[in-house]
């Protein structure tokens, strides 16, 4: 049986997918049943055959072997909710270096939160790191130690940052970095940060557009043609990742990849692209 592989979706009601796999679930289906029985699909066996390829074939859970049966991966995540109905806290914080672990602070957060396909709310603050800001910094961003002197510290935002990260994915440009000072700015100020699903732009960027050679948030507005209205600034950077995010989620859905665990796993694991091969799928029956 050989796994499936990438390629572009046909525009329609994503929905289908989730018919598939329900259908799926209760066994092994040719090629044309789905097309015909579980899709609605008629017309030309061959752009029958194609169409289901499309639809299916980015999506880990599915399996087609040389007869063009389609099963169930069982070792793939379940179908979970939809990317449409999931928020998300997009975030960027600049700090007074590059790593948390070695004493660093946040001197600036943005939040944007992200639902239903927009932007929805947005948060930003200056932060008191309890030290100057290192001349290299505010090259860089253009915040002084005269501006963050009078802003809160940590400690005093900590239960309002919590609450815009609970109950969404947190998302940034370079997540492990982000989160890495946010957490430990939690856990510092509240004992505990919230256990939220974790995406990073990046990551999705160098699998959902390949073509990039570079992925730094420069070069990826470009390509999608967002602007950054105050690149190195907290809440610049975060309302433009968050822009971002929702052109990279367009690409997710046109390859098929409708719900978060499907999109997280489709990200961590590579797999050798493969054209459709008209010749796979046997007619016989029709």
């Known amino acids: 049986m050989t796994p499936v592989s990438d390629a572009s979706r046909p525009a329609g009601d994503r929905s289908l997918v989730r018919a598939v796999v329900r259908r799926l679930g209760g066994g092994p289906a040719h090629t044309f049943e789905l097309a015909q029985d579980v899709l609605g699909l008629k017309g030309n066996p061959g752009a029958l055959a194609a169409t289901v390829f499309q639809l299916l074939s980015a999506d880990r859970r599915f399996l087609v072997d040389e007869n063009g049966v389609w099963r169930l991966d069982p070792d793939a995540v379940p179908l979970g909710r939809p990317l449409s109905e999931t928020r998300f806290a997009v975030v960027d914080v600049e700090t007074t270096g590059g ?14 939160e992200v639902a239903d396909g927009e932007v929805v709310a947005e948060y930003e603050s200056l932060v008191n ?8 910094i505010t090259s860089l961003t253009g915040i002084t130690t005269d501006m963050v002197r009078g802003a809160p510290y940590f400690e005093h935002v900590a239960d309002e940052i919590a609450e815009r990260l609970r109950g969404r994915v947190f998302v940034a440009h370079n997540a492990m970095f982000d989160w890495g000072f946010v957490s430990r700015e939690l856990i510092d100020a509240l004992g505990d940060a919230p256990d ?26 470009r390509h999608f043609d967002v602007p950054i209205h105050a690149r190195h600034r907290a809440h610049g950077d975060a309302l433009a990742t968050a822009r971002v995010l929702l052109r990279l989620l367009d690409e997710a859905a046109g390859l098929g ?6 999109l997280e796993e489709y990200v961590r694991r590579r797999r050798a692209r493969r054209r459709f091969d008209p010749n796979q799928f046997s007619l016989e029956g029709l």
Do not use: Y
């Not at 790593?99 to 939040?111: E, F, N, P, T, V």
């Not at 790191?129 to 290299?136: E, L, Q």
């Not at 939220?196 to 507005?221: I, Q």
């Open 257 to 262: 990849l409708e719900d978060l665990g499907t």
């Open 99 to 112: 790593a948390s672990w070695r004493g660093h602070r946040i001197i600036d957060i943005g939040i944007v």
């Open 129 to 136: 790191p309890g030290r100057g800001v290192p001349p290299a």
């Open 196 to 221: 939220v699903p974790r995406l990073c732009t990046v990551r999705l960027a160098r699998r959902l557009v390949p073509e990039l050679r570079r992925r730094n948030l420069d070069v990826v507005c």
